[in-house]
């Protein structure tokens, strides 16, 4: 007869109590990763598409070319002097190179400007004083008629400039919008705007582009 020592005896219940925590982890390591493999959906409700937003802004250079628009691009003249009854256009093409539809709208924007003292020695900035109007059309002779003379872009133009925003109009995928943007300084400004001494008034303009996915 073989006898065992209380040492060896708790010995060999803690290496059955091991071995019977091994088998009982490998079969529930077993079964979770069972079940990770195996586990499957019987319908599939989210549906995914990818799709390309891609809007391109050209401008029409004096020669009647179109060059694309980029966030350094001048569009208005630099060197356009603002009086009472100076009227400038801008025409720009939007295109939806994309494969969704969306709202494009659009609207001038005030970038810096240089506050000046006109003539009764009051200060004065420029953007105070200028009017900004906006047309779209489906196509470039559309533009072109829309803005026909300087009578009808006078007309065109009557919202002020700092808390304007162009109508929304929808561009479908492949779709090509023409749009006139005109700045103005009306005729019965005055002297208002009319500066005196060494600084010269200046605005510095830009546009904004906003382009939302339609519904």
């Known amino acids: 007869m073989r006898f ?6 708790y010995k060999q219940i ?52 179109w060059q694309e628009v980029d966030s350094h691009t001048k569009i208005f003249d630099e060197e356009a002097l603002y009086e009472p009854g100076y009227v400038q256009v801008v025409y720009l093409k939007a ?15 005030v970038n810096g400007c240089i506050v000046a003292t ?14 900004f109007g906006i047309t779209t059309a489906d196509s470039e002779e ?3 008629n829309s803005v026909p003379n300087r009578e009808k872009a006078v007309e065109i133009a009557d919202m002020p400039l700092h808390n304007y925003d162009s109508e929304t109009a929808v561009l479908n995928p492949g779709e090509t919008k023409y749009i006139a943007l005109i700045v103005r300084m009306p005729e019965e400004v005055g002297n208002v705007a009319n500066y005196r001494g060494d600084t010269v008034p200046k605005v510095e303009l830009g546009i904004t582009v906003k382009a939302e996915q339609a519904k």
Not at 4 to 9: D, E, L, W
Not at 40 to 55: M, Q, R, W
Not at 95 to 109: D, H, I
Not at 120 to 129: A, I, N, P, T
């Open 4 to 9: 065992y020592s209380k040492k060896q005896i």
């Open 142 to 144: 559309e533009m072109k």
């Open 95 to 109: 295109e939806n190179k994309g494969t969704v539809p969306f709202k494009l709208s659009a609207a001038v924007n």
């Open 118 to 131: 006109n003539v009764f020695g009051q200060e004065f900035m420029l953007q105070d004083y200028l009017k």
């Open 14 to 65: 803690a290496l059955f109590l091991s071995i019977c925590a091994l088998i009982v982890w490998c079969i529930l390591g077993t079964g979770a990763s069972l079940a990770w493999f195996t586990d499957t959906s019987p319908e599939i409700n989210n549906i995914f598409h990818c799709a390309e937003f891609d809007l391109v802004v050209s401008h029409r250079i004096t020669d009647g070319k």
